[in-house]
């Protein structure tokens, strides 16, 4: 079970070992259930793309039919947490601390919607933890659902193209790009990780 959960934390590892499926099956968790945001979303994202250009026969998918499937499994996410959210409500924010769940992850996405009401789901696509919590608040506060779909449409292909596309460009330009991941990964952890942890302190300061 360890090895399990450890292969989920690893884009590489997921792509290698669980193929395509395990591929949409994260990108799903991670925008669609609470205990999902631990998972790599954009360095996952990244290693599809970048291997559909330089490993084709690792993805066994054309670069269009990839990008594709992950934008249903990102709209698909967001469409359960919505779901979700507003099942659960109000027992959210009452809900206790524990090891998959933190209320404060609630806290910095609920200061997203303050500042950027429904565009939150765009912009939070980019920002991991609010990538997951971001469709349960929506469903939680209860936004219009055609409203919400429209913002999640919207943020889905902008991710996942995005990112998607920029790594497949570089996988077909620059091959030798593969021996360069450690750095581009903790560069992209590094350029999400600020919107978060000013969010954070701007929270706990308030």
């Known amino acids: ?43 996952l994202v990244f290693i599809a793309g970048l291997l559909c250009a330089i ?8 670069f269009p ?19 979700f959210g507003k099942k659960a409500g109000d027992t959210l924010h009452k809900r206790k601390d524990s090891f998959l769940f933190r209320k404060r992850h609630i806290e910095i996405t609920k200061s997203y919607y303050e500042k950027h009401g429904g565009k939150t789901l765009i912009l939070g696509r980019f ?10 608040l929506a469903g939680a506060i209860k936004i219009d ?18 990112i998607g596309s920029i790594a497949f460009y570089l996988g077909k330009q620059f091959p030798q790009v593969e021996n360069y991941l450690g750095y581009i990964f ?13 969010a954070f302190l701007k929270n706990k300061k308030n």
Do not use: C, H, Q
Request: cysteine-free; charged content about 10%; hydrophobic content about 60%.
């Open 1 to 43: 079970m360890f090895d399990f959960f450890k292969t989920l934390t690893d884009p590489e590892s997921i792509i290698k070992y669980g193929g395509l499926a395990l591929l949409l099956f994260v990108i799903f968790a991670e925008t669609g259930l609470f205990v999902g945001f631990f998972l790599p979303g954009d360095n």
């Open 55 to 62: 490993k084709p026969e690792l993805m066994n998918v054309s």
């Open 65 to 83: 039919v990839l990008l594709i499937s992950m934008m249903l499994a990102a709209i698909i996410g967001n469409m359960f947490g919505f779901w």
């Open 127 to 136: 920002l991991p933890i609010i990538r997951t919590f971001a469709p349960i």
């Open 145 to 162: 659902f055609k409203k919400f779909m429209l913002y999640n449409v919207i943020g889905s292909v902008l991710w996942i193209g995005s």
């Open 186 to 198: 903790i560069t992209l952890i590094a350029l999400t990780a600020i919107p978060i942890v000013t």
